[in-house]
T-cell receptor
């Protein structure tokens, strides 16, 4: 398996624009996670899905953030409108039910100017 | 709620020297403990984990960690540092047998001096 695949690897956008980050989890994994990494706050869990259903979105910072998982092989994290403080590295990860290991993608580095 | 504290945001050692990265946790029940490594411009990768059983856990690349319940610690060690060990290391804790409740520490950046 190719691992968790995220796109794009880098995104630079202007404040106010919509940004969509994409993730393809490892085939057969039941859980999908979206994390955000910043210098100030470290690694934060934003939301996770189980069998394509959002289970816990308490980490989503505000209504400008939304995430979807239309099928087992694809998820998106959308920010609309984007703000400079959203600049961070966003990671997608996946895991099997009952397995404590999460497999991470390479991340998307988002810069909002 | 569980939490993780990594002592030292930046550790620097010489090549061939002992690596010691410190992690303390707080948890109301016996936790599951993990160390992840993040190489530059990469995602996190599992180094090792403690779930149950033997308290000394061996991982990849020569790393090991010991779960000490009395000290609420899970320090990561490697006897001899290699240049390729330069990376950021994250300690994490979970109360369940699953990745959905992982709580990560702030990370420790390890630098290896030639």
């Amino acid at each position: 398996d190719a691992g968790v695949i995220q796109s794009p690897r880098h995104e630079v956008t202007e404040m106010g624009q919509e940004v969509t980050l994409r993730c393809k989890p490892i085939s057969g994994h039941d859980y999908l996670f979206w994390y955000r990494q910043t210098m100030m706050r470290g690694l934060e869990l934003l939301i996770y899905f189980n069998n394509n259903v959002p289970i816990d979105d308490s980490g989503m910072p505000e209504d400008r953030f939304s995430a979807k998982m239309p099928n087992a092989s694809f998820s998106t994290l959308k920010i609309q409108p984007s703000e400079p403080r959203d600049s961070a590295v966003y990671f997608c990860a996946s895991s099997r039910a009952g397995n404590t290991e999460a497999f991470f993608g390479q991340g998307t580095r988002l810069t909002v100017v | 709620a569980q939490s993780v504290t990594q002592l030292g945001s930046h550790v620097s050692v010489s090549e061939g020297a002992l690596v010691l990265l410190r992690c303390n946790y707080s948890s109301s029940v016996p936790p599951y403990l993990f160390w992840y490594v993040q190489y530059p411009n990469q995602g996190l990768q599992l180094l090792l984990k403690y779930t149950t059983g033997a308290t000394l856990v061996k991982g990849i690349n020569g790393f090991e960690a010991e779960f000490k319940k009395s000290e609420t610690s899970f320090h990561l060690t490697k006897p001899s540092a290699h240049m390729s060990d330069a990376a950021e290391y994250f300690c994490a804790v979970s109360l369940i047998q699953g990745a959905q409740k992982l709580v990560f520490g702030q990370g420790t950046r390890l630098t290896i001096n030639p």
